[in-house]
């Protein structure tokens, strides 16, 4: 089968195009034959290796050298011990940390897939999973949004902040996303009521305090987050550098403790009740999917570092 292989860690130009061996479904694995697979930002840290937790299990090289996460198919062969499929199926789920969406054909456990709505198009499919359960279980679950309250979204024009901003509208907050210039209108065009350019204003040093900031692009000092929040606020990184991973790691509890403010990291659990619960949100029309760009396999560099380079407003999606 096509795959986009690379074998170590770099910019987009070590992706290349290659023939390798198709997968072989373990028992309670099925194989997928991709019909569209999406781009996230961790497809990006996975190829560049960075920030440093980008090379877990894989430090001198990538692990896993087919990238992409977010997959659509039909199910080709299912193993034995599967129940929930069968060939012909359309499926679709987020595979992190396995990966192996940018192929032809991916293996993936059938506890990772939801049976994709005939409604939807492989492409809508692939766009939901990882992003929208990153922002459902920071905006509903650990953020537990109340009508009325200040939430802010930092990166809110990207793939996880497009879900983010509209669930957090949902629910009745009062939102303000923040991103680059070029995505102020878009940013607006999901509902956030206020944005900020980050590339001219710092929202940590402009005096206005959130119940809630959720961060997929996190890079300062977690003292700057806990100016920013209100006290009971909360504050979760769903993304960002090292340095302030270890920070809120190593003071959260403190900070916790001596003001009430809640610092904390957002680790993502992949499960297919989140995403139908934000596919039903999807068809509803309460949540709109945003779809950029579409691009062939054989595009997967371009396509990575489309969204790398924070051009990408909402998603980037690979049709196989
Ligand atoms: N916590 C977990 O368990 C878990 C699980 C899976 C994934 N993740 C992580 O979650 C994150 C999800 O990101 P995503 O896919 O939504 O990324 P994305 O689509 O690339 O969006 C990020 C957005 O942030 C913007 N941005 C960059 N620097 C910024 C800054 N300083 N301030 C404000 N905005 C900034 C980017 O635009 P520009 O770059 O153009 O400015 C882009 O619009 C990734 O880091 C991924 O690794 C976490």
Known sequence: MKAIVYTKYGPPEVLQLKEVAKPIPKDDEVLIKVQAVSVNRSDWEGLRGKPLYARIGGLLKPRRQILGSDVAGRVEMAGRNVRRFQPGDEVFGDIL???????EYVRARESAL??????????EAAAIPQAAVIALQGIRDKGRVQPGQKVLVNGAGGGAGTFAVQLAKLYGAEVTGVDNTGKLNFMRSLGADHVIDY??????????????IFDVVAHRSIFAYKRALRSNGSYFLAGGSVATILQILLLGAWIRTTTGKEIRILAVQ????????MKELIEAGKVTLVIDKTYPLSEVPEAIGYVGEGDARGKVVITV
């Open 114 to 123: 939801a049976l994709k709505p005939a409604s939807m198009t492989f492409e």
């Open 97 to 103: 940390p396995r990966l192996g969406g940018f192929a």
């Open 270 to 277: 992949p499960n297919t009740e989140d995403v139908d619960y």
């Open 199 to 212: 590339t001219r204003e710092d929202f940590t040093r402009d005096g206005k305090q959130y119940d809630l």
